[in-house]
C-alpha cells in the first residue's frame, strides 16, 4: 500500500490564476497518476507523470492548461494555469501499489473558482 | 469516452438490507475493479477481480464478473451506515496500459 497526501486540501480562487497542487508518496512509486472530478461526475485521467520524462496527457488535457512536474520518485505536481469557473473541480494524484494492480488515492484537492 | 457504466445510479436502503450494483464496460479487459468514494474525498480500493475470475469475495462485499457480457456487480450485504457512500467499478482495459478508466458512479445512501 501507499500513503499520499496533497496540499493544499482545498482552495478558493479568482479566475485566470493559477494554482500549484502539490502530491507526496510515503514510498518511491514508477508512475503517478492526476484525476479531475467534476462536481458530481466521475473521474477523468487527466495525465501519467513518470519521474524523469514528460508526463503523458490524455486527450482533452493539454500541458499549456495542466503542466506536471515530477522532480524525484515520491513527489509530484500539478498546476491548473488561467482558471475558470469551468476548473472547479476535486483534483486527486493516485499511484499504483509496488507489484500490484491497484492503485492509491490521495485525499484531493477541492477547487473552486469564483 | 467511460468504459464503465454503472446503475443504478443512486440507491437508498434500510442498514442491514442488502446492496446491489452494476459495472458495464465495452472492451476486453485485464481486471475490474471496485473503489469507494466517501463525501468527495479520496477514493478507496475495494476489490479486484481479474478476466478469469467469475467471482470473488471480501468480507461482506462479493463482485461478480460475465466477461460475455461485460458486466460487473458489486454486492455489500448486511449494509451499515457508514456504507453510505459512492462506489465506482474501473476497469483496467488491455489496450489502455496500466491506466484505469472509472465508471460513472452509484450513490449509496444506507438510513439508520
Known amino acids: 500500500s501507499a500513503v499520499i497526501s496533497q496540499k493544499p486540501s482545498r482552495d478558493i480562487c479568482q479566475r485566470g490564476t493559477s494554482l500549484t497542487i502539490q502530491c507526496q508518496v510515503d514510498?518511491?512509486?514508477?508512475?503517478m497518476f492526476w484525476y479531475r472530478q467534476q462536481p458530481g461526475q466521475s473521474l477523468t485521467l487527466i495525465a501519467t507523470?513518470?519521474?524523469?520524462?514528460?508526463?503523458?496527457?490524455e486527450s482533452g488535457f493539454v500541458i499549456d492548461k495542466f503542466p506536471i512536474s515530477r522532480p524525484n520518485l515520491t513527489f509530484s505536481t500539478l498546476t491548473v494555469s488561467n482558471m475558470s469557473p469551468e476548473d472547479s473541480s476535486i483534483y486527486l494524484c493516485?499511484?499504483?501499489?509496488?507489484?500490484?494492480?491497484?492503485?492509491?488515492f490521495g485525499p484531493g484537492t477541492r477547487l473552486l473558482v469564483l | 469516452s467511460q468504459q464503465g457504466e454503472e446503475d443504478p445510479q443512486a440507491l437508498s436502503i434500510q442498514e442491514g438490507e442488502n446492496a446491489t450494483m452494476n459495472c458495464s464496460y465495452k472492451?476486453?479487459?485485464?481486471?475490474l475493479q471496485w473503489y469507494r468514494q466517501n463525501s468527495g474525498r479520496g477514493l478507496v480500493h475495494l476489490i479486484l477481480?481479474?478476466?478469469?475470475?467469475r467471482e470473488k469475495h471480501s468480507g461482506r462485499l462479493r463482485v461478480t464478473l460475465d466477461t460475455s457480457k461485460k458486466s460487473s456487480s458489486l454486492l455489500i450485504t448486511a449494509s451499515r451506515a457508514a456504507d453510505t457512500a459512492s462506489y465506482f467499478c474501473?476497469?483496467?482495459?488491455?489496450?489502455?496500459?496500466?491506466?484505469?478508466?472509472f465508471g460513472g458512479g452509484t450513490r449509496v445512501l444506507v438510513k439508520p
Open positions: 514510498s518511491q512509486v514508477t508512475m
Open positions: 477481480i481479474r478476466s478469469n475470475e
Open positions: 472492451t476486453s479487459i485485464n481486471n
Open positions: 474501473a476497469t483496467d482495459a488491455k489496450a489502455a496500459g496500466n491506466k484505469l478508466t
Open positions: 493516485s499511484v499504483e501499489g509496488s507489484g500490484e494492480e491497484t492503485q492509491y
Open positions: 507523470a513518470n519521474q524523469g520524462s514528460e508526463a503523458t496527457y
